[in-house]
């Protein structure tokens, strides 16, 4: 990016999980687990669980109010509003429709994102594209899960994973060397089959046999998808570093997609980053997919490891297959 174009940065943060926490001890009694099991190969202790009046953009309304909040940007003042998720409430319309209506947003565009867990990074690199272009100044951004509807709670080898969850956040142009500095999407579609709802879309449409035969949950082969996350997370961070002109040395916290303990610690040895250096919320939420990185992001931000000027990378995988990386130096809106 030449230096004299503007650059958007994140100007707002809000986060959102249900109150329900379901604990490795109670899958113990559900399905053939252990808590032991769960934490040494996932590092998983627990998850939240959505109530059953709570969808996708019930999550995903209060993260975005709470951004907005914290950014102190009125709705009036949205342009455009990107939803990433895998679990809308519906097919159509876009999750990101109801959001615009319930947040009060009128004349802003609004649309969802499907790019599997990597949809957040996604929505912060496309929305950051309208702003650097001059087509938008306030872009929202949300990832918003209900996984829990799309389980199968007797799948030992998907329930213990997933959890429900919203991250939000507000971008627009940031002053001086601070901002999104590069970003990189990537897709493997041959690995499509790897991490799948098989039923519900226009290939296998909802009927009494693909209810009774379980094809509208998360299908998935946990090995494939492991071995493509360690490599697509490393070649994810390196790539954004490349792209601006930064190296490992230049980074100074890393936001990685939380799917599971042992592929963010690869991702760290691989970037020499110290554990301290590196968001882990895995243990309390599960993968929460488009939200993970938002609430570990939050949560950075709160705790002070992330300060005005740190490289930050964030980088994930997810269903497509799809990976992405983003590089951010941060801008301290607060101060
Ligand atoms: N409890 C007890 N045993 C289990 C469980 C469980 N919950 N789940 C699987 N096992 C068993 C398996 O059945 C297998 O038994 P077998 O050898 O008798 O067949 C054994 O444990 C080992 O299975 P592996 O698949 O080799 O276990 P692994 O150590 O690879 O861990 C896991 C599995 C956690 C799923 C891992 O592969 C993983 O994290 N993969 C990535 C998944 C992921 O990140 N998905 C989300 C992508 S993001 C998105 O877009 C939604």
Redesign the pocket.
Known sequence: MKCDQPRAGIVGLGTYVPERVLTNEE?QQM????DE??RA??GIRERRVASPDEAASDLALVACQRALEDAGIGPDEIDLIIAAT?TPDMLFPATACLLQDRIGAAGAGAFDLLA???GFIYGVAVGAQFITAGAARTVLVVGAEA?TRIINWQD???????GDGAGAVVLREVPGDRGILSTVLGADGSGARH?YMPAGGSRLPASAETVAKGLHY?H?N??E??KF?VRAMEDGAREVLRRAGLTGADVDFLIP?Q??I??IEHAAKKMNLPMDRVAVNVDRYG?T?TASIPLALEESVKKGKIKDGDNVVMV???????WAGLLIRWYDYKK
């Open positions: 899958l399905v053939d687990t252990s099991w769960i190969r996932t895998n599997g867990c990597t996984l030992r080898n998907t329930c213990v994973l997933f991490l998360v998935m946990g090995r998808v492991f996350a997609h799917a599971n042992r592929i993968n997919s994930g995988f997810g269903a497509g297959l799809t």
